[in-house]
Each structure stands twice: as C-alpha cells, then as structure tokens.
C-alpha cells in the first residue's frame, strides 16, 4: 500500500454517491428500492441536443478544444448568461468544464494558500464539495448556518461578524442544495455590499436558477461591483437533464478566467468537443422542455411536502426553488443518519442524512423529488410504518 498525502486523507465526499453506490448494490441483489439520493433529473437531454452531439461526431468534431472552451459556446453562454441576468458578459470571461463542480476546485484554488490561515465561508447544510475541498486545499472553513426559522437564509448576523481579514473566499449557493431555499433579494444585496466593502470574491453557485417556483430570480453575479469580483458557476447538468454529459460553466474576471484555464490545461486538458457543441445547441434551442420539466417539478414538490406533512413527527416547509425538499425529522428523535439507514433497508427508499450537508443540517432528511409521481405516493406510503414506530 503506498503512503498517501494528509492532503488526500483530508479530502471529504458527497455522500450522494455513496448512498447511489449502496442502491445499486442492493438493487443488482434484488431489493426494490426507490431512490431520492441523487439530484438528477428523471428526464432525457431535449432532442435538439442529443441530434447536435450525434451530428458533430459524425462530423469529425472530436479532437481537443482549446481548454477554456470552443468560441461558439464561450460565446453562446456570455450571452446567455447575460441576459438572464441584465449584463453584458464578455466571452473571455467565461471558462467551459466538465460540470459546473470542478470550478468548485477552481474557484477555491485560485483565491486561497495552503497552511496560511486562509478562511472561506460557505453556508451550512450546503452542497458537501465545498467544504471538502476548503479542507483539502489547507484552507480554513467558515461555516455559516442556514436556518429552518429563516426559510434556510444566511443568518446574516453572524455571516457579518465571521467577515475577517483572513476571509479569501464567500461561497452563496441560491436556489439551495441540500434545502431548496432561495436567498431573498435583501439577503443577495446585504452579502454582495459586505463583500464589495470588503473586496472579497464571492463564488455564486447559481446552477439551480432555472428551477425557482415562486418569486423572483435575483442573481447574486448581477449585484453591483460583483461580477468584477464573483466566479459565477452555473452548467447543463439540471437545467438541461445533462448529468452524465459532464459540461458547465464558470463566468469570472478575465485575468482569474487565465488562471482558471492553466489550471484546466493542467488537469483535464478540455471538456470533450461534440459535448460542447450540444451545450451551444441548448442554449440556443427551444427552452420549452426546461419550462415543461420546471412545472412539473413544482406538481411533485407539492406532493410530496404535503405527504410529509401528514407524517407522524416529518414538518416540511415549501421550498421555493431546486428539486430538493429539506423535512424536519427531529419529531422521530432518532438521528437523521440512522433513520435515513432505516428508510433505505426497512422501507426501500434511498433518502439522503441531512447532516451529509454538515453539522446544522442533523435534524434533517434530504429528498430529491427527481422521481415520478407514482414512485413519490409509493414512497411515502413505504416511510410511514417507520415514522409511526418512531412517535410510538
Ligand atoms: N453545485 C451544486 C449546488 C450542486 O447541487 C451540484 C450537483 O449536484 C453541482 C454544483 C455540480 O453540478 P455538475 O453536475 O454540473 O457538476
């Protein structure tokens, strides 16, 4: 067994993958099992873009790419980007990858030193790389909690006070993996003004955009004095139901965009040509599928937080954007890991512990509703049993 770097023992996971291995595995040995673990739609690529990848392999178009990305969707994103948001973005500003994660990596590579101090505040339950990959780069994690009382806003407060001289990075994540919740303008424009005092980058994750059911959109990139300052990331793998094709995007300043694009040549090389091709064919395309797979999304959250509703010891509040709901458990009073265990081999339903998303997300289950309607009644009736035996 060779030695292995502190570095790498340091380096966390997201459980998501863990819980999706495990189904597998029980699903090959014959148990039925329904599965909310992964945030992934249940939907095909619009055709448009599968036709656009088919038709560039044909084409020969499958050699390497410049490692920031081909012009044409450098080009499409910038515009794309922009006028969803009400900016004019500069194509060199804009930097293509295999999925919107690995800028997670980036973003915090490029703006931290190792062993020096370096703090970086991310919310807590958040998406788990980010703290992962704070620890792993020798940087310090400065976890800012979400709270159910405040519909999973930054407590904002706290988030002031933990603001340091030390602070090289602010992660905002909105619409919200693992809770759903959606930062609300006032929070967006306290965060932004903090940062720009301050001059410190912000890294906005704002991958779930499209999928807000109520309210509206405020982009955290298009606050002012922040896209000189913010790494915007954002990719296909939700909006277009593209997980597996590995694309996204991070939209950041020039000169970061240049190291950004050293640190692609130094991994990866470049995201694979006729993958780039179909994202242009998406952003360009007709976003009739994208509305059609958002509403009925919204039909399932609606089910299914009233079913937990109806759940002994299960309170779920109405999240208004992502596909995941974030239900209190803490009326089984069990922790969330055994009962997330016990849904998965006494009912067969894959759930995920909310406190896989850190410390201030025990308490809590993560359920992505990327599953039928059918298979979400199924599913609740299945997790009853078990809730009644925990109020007992
Ligand atoms: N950011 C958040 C908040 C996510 O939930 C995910 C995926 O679950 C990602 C980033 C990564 O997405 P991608 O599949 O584009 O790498």
């Not at 178009?61 to 920031?68: R, V």
């Not at 980058?201 to 309210?215: A, C, H, N, S």
């Not at 937990?308 to 922790?335: D, E, Q, W």
Request: aromatic share 8%; proline share 6%.
């Amino acid at each position: 067994m060779p030695a292995t770097s502190r570095r790498t023992a340091a380096l966390g996971t997201e459980n998501a993958f863990v819980v999706l291995a495990e189904v597998n595995e029980l699903v090959r040995r014959g148990k039925d099992v329904i599965s909310f673990c992964i945030g992934q739609p249940d939907f095909h690529t619009p055709k448009n873009v599968q036709d656009a990848a088919v038709r560039a392999i044909r084409e020969g178009k499958h050699g390497y790419t410049p490692s920031a990305g081909i012009n044409e969707l450098r080009e499409a994103a910038a515009k794309y980007m922009g006028a969803m948001r009400g900016l004019d973005i500069s194509p060199d500003h804009v930097v293509v990858g295999g999925g919107a994660k690995p800028f997670i990596a980036y973003a915090i590579l490029s703006t931290t030193d190792s062993g020096v101090g370096d703090e970086v505040i991310y919310p807590n339950p958040g998406f788990p790389i980010y703290e992962s990959v704070i620890n792993f780069v020798g940087g310090v994690p400065v976890p800012i909690p979400l709270r159910e009382e405040s519909d999973f806003g930054f407590d904002l407060d706290l988030f002031e006070k933990r603001l340091s001289p030390k602070t090289k990075l602010i992660i905002v994540n909105s619409p919200e993996n693992p809770t759903g919740g959606v930062l609300d303008r006032a929070q967006i424009e306290r965060i932004a003004r903090l940062a720009a005092e301050r001059s410190i980058p912000v890294m906005t994750d704002e991958i779930y955009r499209q999928f807000l059911y109520d309210g509206e959109f405020v982009s955290f990139y298009a606050q002012p004095g922040m896209h000189q300052r913010s790494i915007l990331l954002d990719g296909f793998s939700k909006s277009y139901a593209m997980t597996g094709w590995r694309l996204g995007y991070g939209v950041m300043p020039a000169e970061l965009a240049e190291h950004v694009t050293r640190l692609m040549v130094n991994s990866n090389s470049c995201t694979a040509s006729f993958v780039q091709l179909a994202g242009v064919a998406a952003l360009q395309g007709d976003h009739d599928p994208v509305r059609k797979m958002v509403a009925e999304f919204k039909r399932r959250r609606d089910i299914l937080v009233d079913g937990l509703n109806k759940l002994p010891g299960v309170t779920c509040k109405r999240p208004r954007g992502a596909f995941y709901v974030f239900p209190n458990i803490t009326g089984s009073k069990r922790p969330s890991a055994e009962v997330a265990d016990r849904l998965l081999q006494e009912a067969g339903v894959a759930v995920l512990s909310g406190a896989a998303f850190g410390a201030h997300g025990e308490g809590y289950l993560r359920i992505s509703y990327a599953n039928s309607e059918a298979n979400l009644r199924k599913a609740l009736e299945r997790m009853r049993p078990l809730f009644e035996s925990f109020a007992r």
